[in-house]
């Protein structure tokens, strides 16, 4: 069992950044695959990011390659997202979700995947 809490969202320009955390309860952190996901309003809830439980390659969504960065720290039980060069679409709610099994990369974006789950944070960019 596993708990997760999001921090880090907030209102931001056009352009700017913010670096987003999670923080997960458990001693068992490091066993975890941890994922990012967001929902904007009218929207279904989409991956953004995944990275194993060693780290290794992240897997990132097409819409935030080269933008986004998920990193994680065993030590302090906390995955990131660090988020540079926001766009008015990036308008979400993020999720940390987490999953005691191996994904395959190509799954990395199914939700049923991963049982557990924040209860997210609110992103808004500013034109």
């Known amino acids: 069992q596993v708990q997760l809490v999001e921090s880090g969202g907030g209102l931001v320009q056009a352009g700017g950044s913010l670096r987003l955390s999670c923080a997960a309860s458990?001693?068992?952190?490091?066993?975890?695959?941890m994922a990012w996901f967001r929902q904007a309003p009218g929207q279904d809830r989409e991956f953004v990011a995944a990275?194993?439980?060693?780290?290794?390659?992240?897997n990132y969504a097409d819409s935030v390659k080269g933008r986004f960065t998920i990193s994680r720290d065993n030590a302090k039980n906390t995955v990131y997202l660090q988020m540079n060069s926001l766009e008015t679409e990036d308008t979400a709610v993020y999720y940390c979700?987490?999953?005691?099994?191996?994904?395959?990369?190509?799954?990395?974006?199914?939700?049923?995947?991963?049982?557990?789950w924040g209860q997210g944070t609110q992103v808004t960019v500013s034109s």
């Open positions: 979700a987490a999953s005691f099994g191996y994904i395959i990369v190509q799954a990395m974006g199914q939700l049923h995947l991963y049982p557990y």
């Open positions: 990275i194993y439980r060693s780290g290794g390659i992240p």
């Open positions: 458990g001693r068992t952190f490091s066993s975890y695959t």
